[in-house]
């Protein structure tokens, strides 16, 4: 994507995002991705935060011990913070990563971990999921935090235009994983457009 990246206020980040968000920042690499991003950008009121970050699982667990392994083996890990900085908080973080085959058409059967945000966009289901925001500095303590966003798939223009796209190859993605033939529905329910 050539030229300058837009800039995305993140106004809507609550205390316990930023938290997770510095924590993995402090070892590694961290971008806001998926559906919270898709939400902020149309206005909507975001829902839970999704996040991909350069490091692995154990490595997650490390920085956040109460984290739940749920799918290690696909690099999600559901991390928790401490008591005293919000029981009832849990977010899921997931390892960069690159799909192998859909044998039995919803999960893959093996991944890649990866390090590059790129790649990991690249194998994302549609466009207006297809995005990531990149964060610089610390967000604990500042008050008008801003991040940039990553769109190499033309998300943010879909998303204006009230269109729902593929990334790549239509039959390719929607074969891929079969509840995306649902969410396609879901989506165009909520108005977002004609299926390409």
Sequence with gaps: M?????QVKLDDLRRQDKIVL?????KGE???VGGWVRDVLSRAAPNDIDIATSLRPDEVREIFPRSIMV???FGTVIVRLDETEGESYQCEVTTLREDGGYADGRRPENVIFGKEIDNDLDRRDFTINAMAIKLSGTLVGESEPIGILIDNHGG????ENDVLKAVGDAEKRLGED???VIRAFRFLEQGEGPLR
């Design 71 to 73: 799918g290690e083996k």
């Design 30 to 32: 961290a971008w806001i």
């Design 2 to 6: 050539g030229g300058e990246r837009p």
């Design 156 to 159: 943010i223009g879909d998303l």
């Design 22 to 26: 510095d924590g993995l920042r402090e």
């Design 178 to 180: 079969g509840l995306r």
